[in-house]
C-alpha cells in the first residue's frame, strides 16, 4: 500500500475546520520539547460550563452475547460529558469498515466532535466481548487494533486547535509504542490539568506505563482492586488503602487519588492528605449488569470539578450516576431521557 505524504499545515487547516482527519499514515514526526505542568489547583482554574475536555485512547465495540454496542473508557466517558453540557473531543483511531460508520453516526447523532477520530487503513476498529456471569462481568480484548496506532502529530494539532480544560486517559490505549507516543505528544502540547482513569485490564499493563502515566497525572482514579495490584506491584508501605494513596501521591507527584468502592460508595485523597468519604445509602436498583458503572463515575466526578462542586458532593453525585448505570444494559443509555432526572436535579 502506497504511504500517503504526511503535511502539517494541511492538518492544522483540517483542524481548524472542524474536518475529521482520516491520518491513515504512520511517518513520524518530530517532537517539540515539552512544557511544564501547572502548579495551581488546575480543576479549580478550568472553566466552569461548556468546558473543552480531549479524550485519548480506546474506541471499541463492546461484544455482549445477545447485541453488539460500541464502547470503551473515553468513549463512554466522552458520551456521558456531551450529555451533561460539555464539550468532549475525542482522540482516537478507528478502521476503515462498518464500525467506524456507526461511531461517527452515533457522535453525529448525540452532537459530539469527530475532528480527533483518525482513520485507519490497516487495522480494525477495536472489538472486546464481554462475557457476563451474573451481576459482574469478564472482558476479552483482541490485541493489535486501530486504536493502538494514534497518529502522534495529528493527536498534537487536534489538542493545539482545542485548547482543553481537561485531558482524560487510561491504559489500554498504551499498550502499543505508537499510541503511547501519541499520547507523549499531547499531553507536551498543552497545560491542561489531566485526569488518569487506571482501568488495569490483564494483560494489557505493565509497571512502566503505570509509573509513566502517573507521573503526568494530576488526578488518579482507580478502584480498591486496582489499589491492591498497585500496592503489591510498587510494594507500597502502608496497610490501609488511604496509606498506599498516599505514597503513590508522594512518590509520582498526584495532587488527588480517587477510589471507587463499588456499592460501598469512594473516596478521595487529597495532596494535603485530607480524606473525603461518600458512603451513600442503600439504592433500589436492579443490576442489569455494571459495564460502564466507572466511566459514569468519571465523567460525573470531572463535570462537578469543573463546575467547582465541593468534593463530597462531586462523589456522592458520581456515586448515584454510576449506580444508575448499572440498572441498564451497557455502559451508556440509549436515550437522553436517562440524563434527564440528573440535569434537572443537579442544574446543569
Known amino acids: 500500500m502506497r504511504k500517503l505524504r504526511y503535511n502539517a499545515d494541511i492538518t492544522h487547516q483540517l483542524v481548524r475546520r472542524g474536518t475529521n482527519v482520516a491520518a491513515c499514515t504512520n511517518r513520524p514526526m518530530k517532537e517539540t520539547a ?11 482554574s478550568s472553566r466552569r460550563s461548556g468546558a473543552t475536555v480531549a479524550l485519548f485512547g480506546e474506541v471499541l465495540a463492546d461484544v455482549f452475547p445477545d447485541r453488539t454496542v460500541l464502547g470503551g473508557a473515553p468513549f463512554n466517558v466522552a458520551r456521558h460529558l456531551k450529555a451533561f453540557g460539555l464539550n468532549p473531543v ?49 472482558f476479552e480484548i483482541l490485541p493489535d487494533q486501530a486504536y493502538d496506532h494514534i497518529h502522534a502529530s495529528v493527536a498534537r494539532m487536534v489538542a493545539l486547535s482545542i485548547h482543553p480544560a481537561l485531558v482524560y486517559y487510561g491504559t489500554l490505549a498504551q499498550r502499543h509504542s505508537v499510541s503511547r507516543s501519541a499520547l507523549k505528544m499531547l499531553l507536551n502540547s498543552t497545560l491542561a490539568p489531566t485526569f488518569f482513569d487506571i482501568n488495569l485490564r490483564a494483560p494489557w499493563y505493565d509497571a512502566q506505563v503505570l509509573r509513566r502515566s502517573m507521573k503526568r497525572a494530576d ?63 442503600a439504592q433500589a436498583i436492579s443490576i442489569i449488569d455494571t459495564v460502564g458503572a ?41 436515550a437522553d431521557d436517562f440524563y434527564t432526572p440528573f440535569i434537572g436535579e443537579w442544574q446543569l
Open 294 to 334: 466507572g466511566d459514569g463515575f468519571s465523567a460525573v466526578f470531572i463535570l462537578g470539578r469543573l463546575q467547582r462542586w465541593p468534593a463530597a458532593l462531586a462523589l456522592r453525585r458520581a456515586h448515584e450516576f454510576a449506580a444508575a448505570i448499572c440498572g441498564i444494559r451497557g455502559a451508556v443509555p440509549d
Open 219 to 281: 488526578t488518579v482514579k482507580l478502584n480498591e482492586e486496582e489499589m491492591a495490584i498497585l500496592a503489591d506491584l510498587f510494594a507500597l508501605p502502608g496497610d490501609t488503602p488511604q496509606g498506599q494513596a498516599g505514597s503513590l501521591m508522594q512518590t509520582f507527584g498526584v495532587r488527588r487519588m480517587l477510589v471507587t468502592c463499588g456499592a460501598a460508595g469512594a473516596w478521595l485523597l487529597e495532596k494535603e492528605r485530607e480524606v473525603v468519604r461518600v458512603q451513600p445509602e
Open 90 to 138: 475525542l482522540i482516537t483511531r478507528t478502521g476503515n469498515d462498518a464500525l467506524r460508520d456507526e461511531l461517527l453516526e452515533a457522535m453525529a447523532a448525540w452532537g459530539m466532535e469527530t475532528m480527533g477520530v483518525q482513520c485507519d487503513r490497516s487495522y480494525p476498529t477495536g472489538q472486546v466481548k464481554v462475557h457476563l456471569e451474573g451481576a459482574t462481568h469478564r
Open 34 to 44: 515539552g512544557q511544564a505542568r501547572t502548579t495551581s489547583d488546575p480543576f479549580l
